[in-house]
């Protein structure tokens, strides 16, 4: 489906914080081989700070406990409230889709509210930055950035895995805000004492601070959860639908969010409630590896709900109700279907990939703004999922 349909809810926003008065350091740590660097560059600008992107919607407020995450949830407020108090390294690990970067930039809104001088970046993202500084002579600019913050939070640490160098100017990094009392957020897929792959020092450090799980959340709370997405996307969600879609989720909580996102597009074209068959469709799709329906499936089928025949619908004919036809099946095969932009045009009676796309858009505008085209592609949509 065309990102253009996602939700504000989910929209991310940028947000810098806002230019702090920064308080100066005291002389150097009595840390090996760490450099005073900010008595030696001039302070970076918030315009020089790495390009922090939380997503607006990673609050406190949205972010529901139920029972298994109560404790993981109060330590995290504790940690927002009172930065560097007693939980610091503040270490948070589970799973994929667990909910883990939602706490994370909850911690660090909630501090930039504050008026803290707070980073958040992903392990990858300040992999790169070092690499970038290191390729532009600019390694001191890049300790300040990351040195002098009152709050750093740290996603997906994993990632450092076998990165020997990053690993070493992340524990320099970790001792000097220590050192100064600043609080350092972490999270990662693995408890730290199974991060084998990273330093020992390092989680050792990590190990010395507070090591908190996030599981997924019990029925009722997934359930819950589902409510609150439904009312803020502006969409009726009846209680069986909703027990019927956390029923389902086994793992994480991001399959639930991809299938919510897909039934939201649904009942926004359709324009109707939705139904517990038509989130077992989703739920099947999201299930199902993706890309296994053919081209010639997509044209069969399509052409079969709209009366005529595959030859029709590659062939020539330009008449409204082909071409309609012709543009839902371009549309589907884009979606469903694991061809390029070419190899669709080909099984389209040899059209080019420009047309492809063009008919794509087409269609995707029109399933937005036509409630009976978007009804007529999202049932022969789950007759493909069907298969
Ligand atoms: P992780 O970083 O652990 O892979 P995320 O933080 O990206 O997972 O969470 C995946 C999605 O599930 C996000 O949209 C998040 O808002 C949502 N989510 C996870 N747990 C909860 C919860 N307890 N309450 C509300 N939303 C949640
Ligand atoms: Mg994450």
């Given at each position: 489906m065309a990102e253009a349909q996602e939700m504000p809810l989910f929209k991310l926003l940028a947000q810098q914080p806002a230019p702090q008065p920064v308080s100066p350091l005291p002389a150097a740590p009595p840390v090996e081989d760490v450099v005073p660097l900010h008595q030696r560059v001039p302070r970076p600008k918030a315009?020089?700070?790495?390009?922090?992107?939380?997503?607006?919607?990673?609050t406190f407020e949205r972010?529901?406990?139920?029972?298994?995450n109560q404790m993981v949830y109060a330590a995290a407020r504790a940690v927002a409230e009172?930065?560097?108090?007693?939980?610091?390294p503040f270490f948070i690990y589970g799973g994929v889709g667990l909910g883990k970067t939602h706490l994370v930039q909850a911690i660090a809104h909630a501090c930039t509210a504050r008026g803290l001088r707070t980073v958040y970046v992903p392990a990858e993202a300040f992999t790169n930055d070092l690499v970038e500084s290191i390729r532009s002579k600019t390694t001191a600019m890049f300790r300040e950035r990351y040195r002098n913050v009152d709050v750093l939070l740290i996603d997906d640490i994993q990632f450092l895995k076998d990165k020997e160098s990053t690993q070493e100017e992340f524990f320099h990094t970790f001792n000097v805000l220590h050192q100064f009392n600043k609080q350092i957020v972490i999270a990662s897929d693995e408890h730290p004492s199974k991060?084998?792959?990273?330093e020992a020092r390092l989680r050792s450090r990590f190990e010395g601070g507070l090591v908190m799980d996030v599981q997924l959340p019990e029925l009722e709370t997934r359930i819950a959860i589902l409510q609150v997405w439904a009312q803020e996307a502006g969409i009726r969600l009846e209680l069986s639908v909703a027990e019927y879609i956390a029923g389902r989720v086994q793992k994480h909580m991001r399959e639930m969010e991809g299938v919510f996102k897909k039934m939201v597009i649904q009942a926004k074209t359709s324009r109707s409630i939705l139904t517990v068959q038509q989130a077992a469709d989703e739920i099947d799709g999201f299930h199902r590896p993706r890309y296994t329906l053919t081209l010639q499936q997509v044209i069969d089928v399509t052409a079969r709900h709209h009366g005529i025949t595959a030859d029709d619908l590659t062939g020539p004919s330009r008449t409204s109700s082909i071409n309609q036809a012709r543009q839902i099946a371009m549309f589907l095969c884009r979606e469903l279907?694991?061809?390029s932009l070419p190899q669709i045009g080909a099984a389209f009676g040899g059209r080019k990939h420009s047309t492809v796309l063009h008919a794509c858009q087409k269609a995707t505008q029109d399933i937005a703004c036509d409630p009976l085209m978007a009804a007529v592609v999202i049932d022969i949509r789950s007759k493909l999922l069907s298969k």
């Amino acid at each position: 489906m065309a990102e253009a349909q996602e939700m504000p809810l989910f929209k991310l926003l940028a947000q810098q914080p806002a230019p702090q008065p920064v308080s100066p350091l005291p002389a150097a740590p009595p840390v090996e081989d760490v450099v005073p660097l900010h008595q030696r560059v001039p302070r970076p600008k918030a315009k020089d700070l790495p390009e922090s992107t939380l997503n607006a919607g990673y609050t406190f407020e949205r972010f529901i406990p139920g029972n298994v995450n109560q404790m993981v949830y109060a330590a995290a407020r504790a940690v927002a409230e009172n930065p560097a108090a007693s939980y610091n390294p503040f270490f948070i690990y589970g799973g994929v889709g667990l909910g883990k970067t939602h706490l994370v930039q909850a911690i660090a809104h909630a501090c930039t509210a504050r008026g803290l001088r707070t980073v958040y970046v992903p392990a990858e993202a300040f992999t790169n930055d070092l690499v970038e500084s290191i390729r532009s002579k600019t390694t001191a600019m890049f300790r300040e950035r990351y040195r002098n913050v009152d709050v750093l939070l740290i996603d997906d640490i994993q990632f450092l895995k076998d990165k020997e160098s990053t690993q070493e100017e992340f524990f320099h990094t970790f001792n000097v805000l220590h050192q100064f009392n600043k609080q350092i957020v972490i999270a990662s897929d693995e408890h730290p004492s199974k991060l084998t792959h990273l330093e020992a020092r390092l989680r050792s450090r990590f190990e010395g601070g507070l090591v908190m799980d996030v599981q997924l959340p019990e029925l009722e709370t997934r359930i819950a959860i589902l409510q609150v997405w439904a009312q803020e996307a502006g969409i009726r969600l009846e209680l069986s639908v909703a027990e019927y879609i956390a029923g389902r989720v086994q793992k994480h909580m991001r399959e639930m969010e991809g299938v919510f996102k897909k039934m939201v597009i649904q009942a926004k074209t359709s324009r109707s409630i939705l139904t517990v068959q038509q989130a077992a469709d989703e739920i099947d799709g999201f299930h199902r590896p993706r890309y296994t329906l053919t081209l010639q499936q997509v044209i069969d089928v399509t052409a079969r709900h709209h009366g005529i025949t595959a030859d029709d619908l590659t062939g020539p004919s330009r008449t409204s109700s082909i071409n309609q036809a012709r543009q839902i099946a371009m549309f589907l095969c884009r979606e469903l279907t694991n061809t390029s932009l070419p190899q669709i045009g080909a099984a389209f009676g040899g059209r080019k990939h420009s047309t492809v796309l063009h008919a794509c858009q087409k269609a995707t505008q029109d399933i937005a703004c036509d409630p009976l085209m978007a009804a007529v592609v999202i049932d022969i949509r789950s007759k493909l999922l069907s298969k």
